[in-house]
């Protein structure tokens, strides 16, 4: 999967003057495109588009202090319609306008080259298991919040603390399939699942076939599918954090899996008499193209 990443990071490097397909990117990565872009970005900690942006604008830069096209004809070059345009990505990005940087030799800011590979580091293992499950309900509520990759959420924080007793008793009271109990489900996110972008969060159960929901609560309908299911125990949020982050960078690059659309669902009980939590999460997969 990583020697299919890296074809693919040739792929930009040859292509940053004219069109990157995300398409054709997908392809190369023998990789379904929705999976390339997420893996991408989390991988990468930025969207794809992103990283090809600053990367033209970098490559731009280098052209811009050589002095021997004109920055019309650099702008043209690199995908902007008009000198402003350019000026304005160039500026955002440099903290000068491409002029000021051509006379005056200003130092410029630079987006390295990505090239991506397997550090295996020991000091935890990966448990996970493999579930086919199917279709079934999620029930609770939902709130749309803001994504965060470490601490606590404070969106999400305030949503649960004003749920109020009574309502996560009713919703408690409808679980019956696995993972059972409460669980945190996230879904919709944006295409590339930027921190700052948004999400659905639901405070909710895997419903028991043949529940009767109340009107009052959100329901989502989830399709059968496949689903890998990892565990791990450690502090809380950290552990949990991380083991998104490992799911990403570790384990699809070396499993014969992809991610697929889907809600995400995390179980989490927390150890008395301690910071740590066991965490249990769903990532809806499939199996890859390759």
Same mark, same amino acid.
């Given at each position: 999967?990583?020697?299919?990443l890296?074809?693919?990071?040739?792929?930009?490097?040859?292509?940053?003057?004219?069109?990157?397909?995300?398409?054709?990117?997908? %392809?190369?990565?023998v +990789? $379904?495109?929705?999976? &390339?872009?997420r893996? /991408?970005?989390?991988?990468? =900690?930025?969207?794809?588009s992103e990283?090809?942006r600053r990367?033209?604008?970098?490559?731009?830069?280098?052209?811009?202090?050589d002095?021997?096209?004109?920055?019309?004809?650099v702008?043209? %070059?690199?995908?902007? +319609? $008009?000198?402003?345009a &350019?000026?304005?990505? /160039?500026?955002?990005?440099? =903290?000068?306008g491409?002029g000021e940087?051509?006379?005056d030799?200003?130092?410029?800011?630079?987006?390295p080259r990505?090239?991506?590979?397997?550090?295996?580091?020991?000091?935890s293992?990966?448990?996970?298991?493999?579930?086919?499950?199917?279709? &079934?309900?999620?029930?609770?509520k939902k709130?749309?919040?803001?994504?965060?990759?470490?601490?606590?959420n404070?969106?999400?924080?305030?949503?649960i603390?004003?749920?109020?007793?009574?309502?996560?008793?009713?919703?408690?009271a409808?679980t019956?399939q696995?993972?059972?109990?409460l669980?945190?489900?996230?879904?919709?996110?944006?295409?590339?699942?930027?921190?700052?972008?948004?999400l659905?969060?639901?405070?909710?159960v895997?419903?028991?076939?043949?529940?009767?929901?109340?009107e009052?609560?959100?329901?989502l309908?989830?399709?059968?599918g496949?689903?890998?299911v990892?565990?791990?125990?450690?502090?809380f949020?950290?552990?949990?954090?991380?083991?998104?982050?490992?799911v990403?960078?570790?384990?699809?690059?070396?499993?014969?899996?992809?991610?697929?659309?889907g809600?995400?669902?995390?179980?989490?009980?927390?150890?008395p008499?301690?910071?740590d939590?066991?965490?249990?999460?769903?990532?809806?997969?499939a199996?890859?193209?390759r």
């Amino acid at each position: 999967m990583l020697e299919h990443l890296n074809r693919a990071m040739d792929h930009i490097e040859r292509h940053l003057d004219g069109e990157v397909d995300v398409t054709e990117l997908a %392809r190369i990565a023998v +990789t $379904s495109e929705y999976h &390339f872009r997420r893996l /991408f970005s989390m991988l990468a =900690g930025m969207p794809l588009s992103e990283y090809v942006r600053r990367r033209r604008l970098t490559v731009a830069g280098a052209e811009v202090l050589d002095g021997e096209r004109t920055l019309l004809d650099v702008a043209i %070059r690199y995908g902007y +319609t $008009s000198g402003e345009a &350019f000026a304005r990505a /160039f500026r955002a990005m440099h =903290g000068v306008g491409p002029g000021e940087a051509r006379r005056d030799g200003a130092v410029l800011t630079s987006q390295p080259r990505m090239s991506f590979r397997l550090v295996v580091e020991g000091s935890s293992s990966m448990e996970y298991r493999i579930v086919e499950k199917p279709d &079934f309900r999620i029930a609770g509520k939902k709130a749309r919040v803001t994504l965060i990759y470490h601490g606590i959420n404070p969106g999400i924080a305030e949503f649960i603390k004003g749920l109020g007793k009574e309502t996560v008793e009713r919703i408690t009271a409808l679980t019956g399939q696995d993972p059972v109990g409460l669980v945190s489900v996230s879904d919709d996110f944006s295409p590339n699942r930027e921190e700052g972008s948004e999400l659905d969060y639901w405070h909710a159960v895997v419903a028991r076939e043949g529940a009767d929901v109340p009107e009052d609560l959100d329901v989502l309908e989830v399709p059968a599918g496949t689903w890998a299911v990892f565990t791990n125990t450690g502090p809380f949020p950290q552990a949990l954090q991380e083991m998104w982050a490992d799911v990403a960078s570790q384990w699809f690059p070396s499993n014969p899996y992809e991610a697929r659309p889907g809600p995400e669902i995390l179980q989490t009980r927390f150890v008395p008499g301690t910071a740590d939590a066991e965490a249990e999460l769903w990532i809806p997969v499939a199996r890859a193209l390759r």
